[in-house]
Each structure stands twice: as structure tokens, then as C-alpha cells.
């Protein structure tokens, strides 16, 4: 099992930018493939950005040209660097993960682990 603890959010106004990070335990880093997702009240967990543990990116269409999804395999921490921020970019952030998963678009439900969140709001 892997634990995973997200920090970074907070308020910031529209067009500002925030980096999330999230710090893995419990598993080797290297064999873990990440998901960023958001949630708002009443709304499914959404699909963000993904980085595969052989490095595979993928972003929602929503978040393209603006957020950054890295990871420090050294400090077995993962980024969400997230600029040109919107008021609709206001959510709970999650963090997930699962061993070995391959790229593309990360389903919430393939997620084995999932850290607690962090709020991001974002004012106009």
C-alpha cells in the first residue's frame, strides 16, 4: 500500500499560479504511475494529469498548455505545476496512484491509492 500526502494548495487569484506536490511511501517510487484529479461538491473525481512510471504524460484537455506534471524520483515527490489559473480550476486535488499503469488518461477507478486532497481556489 502506498501512502500519499498532498500539500501546495491554497487561494490565489485568477491567472496566478500554484505547485501541488505529493510525497509517496510505502512502495518503490519508480515503479509508481501517478494521477493528478480534481474534485468539486457534487461532481465526479476528474481526470487532470498522469505520469507513468516509465514517464508517459498525459493532461486533460481542460488543464493542456497550463499545468506541468513532473516528478523527483530522488525526494519521491510528484508535481502539479499549475499556471494561467481559472476560476473553474477551483477543486480538492487529489493525488493517485498505481503500480505500473501505463500512460494515457488515468480513470479514477484504476487508482489503487489516493492521498486526502488539497484545496485550490482560485478567485476572478
Known amino acids: 500500500q502506498v501512502q500519499l500526502v498532498e500539500s501546495g494548495g491554497g487561494l490565489v487569484q485568477a491567472g496566478g499560479s500554484l505547485r501541488l506536490s505529493c510525497v509517496a511511501s510505502g512502495r518503490t517510487f519508480s515503479d509508481l504511475s501517478f494521477g493528478w484529479f480534481r474534485q468539486v461538491p457534487g461532481k465526479e473525481r476528474e481526470f487532470v494529469a498522469a505520469l507513468s512510471w516509465i514517464g508517459s504524460i498525459s493532461y486533460a484537455d481542460s488543464v493542456k498548455g497550463r499545468f506541468i506534471i513532473s516528478r523527483q524520483n530522488a525526494e519521491n515527490t510528484v508535481y502539479l505545476q499549475m499556471n494561467s489559473l481559472k476560476p473553474e480550476d477551483t477543486a480538492v486535488y487529489y493525488c493517485?496512484?498505481?503500480?505500473?499503469?501505463?500512460?494515457?488518461?488515468?480513470?479514477?477507478?484504476?487508482?489503487?491509492?489516493w492521498g486526502k486532497g488539497t484545496l485550490v481556489t482560485v478567485s476572478s
Open positions: 493517485g496512484a498505481r503500480r505500473y499503469l501505463n500512460g494515457g488518461s488515468y480513470r479514477a477507478d484504476a487508482m489503487t491509492d
